[in-house]
């Protein structure tokens, strides 16, 4: 393998700690920074997050700290692993800290509520570097499967196409196989859409629907997705791989998924609330990301509609059931 590179993992929730396990098992140098004391102290004496990945050892090449300036000493590698909603003020904190040339990398699969911006966007802007700095990591990548080493691929999104690579080299493991990709807008539309179709399945799923009305929402939803991602310029091809289709599989037919398991939730007629205290502060990005990207689907003039019945039971006191019946009611067309 290639020089280990001294990487810091910001952000310590389930997929945060499973990318730095994959990091260190990659052979990589890792800290990674938690928010309390305590659990980095867990992670350093015991070797468990049990608050996010109970059962699971983690690496001895991993290290914790709740210190962002200890964790970003010398990193060559910075991976932003918070909810899309708190990206922007976690990162500003840490922008002074950021050391110069090194690699950028998104793990959040939203788009921000106030501003419409994708990830690296606010990456890019908040940090204050060319969008060549910023990655994204993106596939049907579900945390406790990849925590408990089940082969699984993803992409690793980069305009520039040598860091890209760098990035692949250094997250590759017996167990986890990245592809490159240089499409961000595409990987990053697929991954922010894909949470918002999967509360739709698991209102299916509540609703006590099968497999033929799962299919649909995801072959539906994979239309609706593309269609927003050509119109921001993606490349269309990125929805049919690991990012769009891969992702948007995995998700929506996993109870493993946090998003699918809150539609499912709202589906059987809980309320937004009782959705919410059952998650135990675990982030179902799509609850939020609905409004940002019906939003800018509009923006661009293009038709979403999932999104519009996801956001309205979200937002709007539409019940599962009428949702369903709307969708299924709205003007007959060519597919
Ligand atoms: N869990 C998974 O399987 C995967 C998650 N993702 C994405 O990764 C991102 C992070 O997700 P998870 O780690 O799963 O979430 P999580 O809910 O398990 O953990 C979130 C982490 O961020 C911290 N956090 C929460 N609010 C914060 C705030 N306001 N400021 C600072 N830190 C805060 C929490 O303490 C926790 O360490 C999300 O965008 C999610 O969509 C992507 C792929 C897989
Ligand atoms: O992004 C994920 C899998 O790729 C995780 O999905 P959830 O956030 O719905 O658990």
């Known amino acids: 393998?290639?020089?280990?590179?001294?990487?810091?993992?910001?952000?310590?929730?389930?997929?945060?700690?499973?990318?730095?396990?994959?990091?260190?098992?990659?052979?990589?140098?890792?800290?990674?920074?938690?928010?309390?004391?305590?659990?980095?102290?867990?992670?350093?004496?015991?070797?468990?997050?049990?608050?996010?990945?109970?059962?699971?050892?983690?690496?001895?090449?991993?290290?914790?700290?709740?210190?962002?300036?200890?964790?970003?000493?010398?990193?060559?590698?910075?991976?932003?692993?918070?909810p899309s909603q708190s990206l922007r003020e976690n990162l500003a904190g840490w922008q002074p800290l950021l050391p110069e040339d090194a690699t950028l990398v998104s793990l959040s699969k939203g788009v921000e509520l106030s501003t419409l911006k994708r990830m690296s966007q606010v990456i890019a802007e908040v940090a204050d570097v060319p969008m060549g700095r910023v990655a994204v990591v993106s596939g049907p990548n579900l945390a406790k499967e990849i925590a408990a080493e089940q082969p699984t691929a993803t992409v690793v999104a980069c305009p520039d196409e040598p860091r890209a690579v760098a990035l692949q080299q250094a997250c590759s493991t017996s167990y986890f196989r990245p592809y490159t990709n240089t499409d961000l807008v595409g990987i990053e539309i697929a991954g922010a859409c894909k949470n918002v179709i999967a509360l739709a399945c698991g209102m299916a799923v509540g609703l006590g629907f099968g497999h033929n009305t799962m299919s649909s929402l995801i072959t539906r939803g994979l239309a609706e997705t593309t269609r927003l991602g050509v119109a921001?310029?993606?490349?269309?091809?990125?929805?049919?791989?690991?990012?769009?289709?891969?992702?948007?599989?995995?998700?929506?037919?996993?109870?493993?998924?946090?998003?699918?398991?809150?539609?499912?939730?709202?589906?059987?007629g809980e309320t937004l609330a009782q959705a919410q205290d059952a998650a135990h502060g675990q982030v179902s990005e799509g609850v939020k990301s609905c409004s940002s990207i019906r939003e800018l689907a509009a923006r661009h003039g293009v038709e979403m509609p999932i999104t519009d019945v996801v956001y309205g039971v979200c937002h709007e006191g539409l019940q599962p059931g009428p949702a369903a019946a709307e969708l299924l009611g709205r003007e007959r067309k060519p597919e």
């Open 1 to 82: 393998m290639a020089r280990p590179e001294r990487i810091a993992v910001l952000g310590g929730g389930s997929w945060g700690t499973t990318f730095a396990k994959v990091l260190a098992d990659a052979g990589n140098d890792v800290v990674l920074w938690v928010r309390r004391a305590e659990v980095a102290a867990e992670i350093n004496e015991s070797r468990y997050n049990s608050g996010y990945l109970p059962g699971v050892e983690l690496p001895e090449r991993l290290r914790a700290t709740d210190d962002a300036a200890e964790a970003l000493q010398a990193a060559e590698i910075v991976v932003l692993a918070v």
């Open 232 to 268: 921001l310029g993606a490349d269309p091809m990125s929805f049919a791989g690991l990012a769009g289709l891969g992702d948007l599989v995995a998700t929506c037919m996993s109870p493993l998924s946090r998003n699918r398991t809150f539609g499912e939730r709202l589906g059987r």
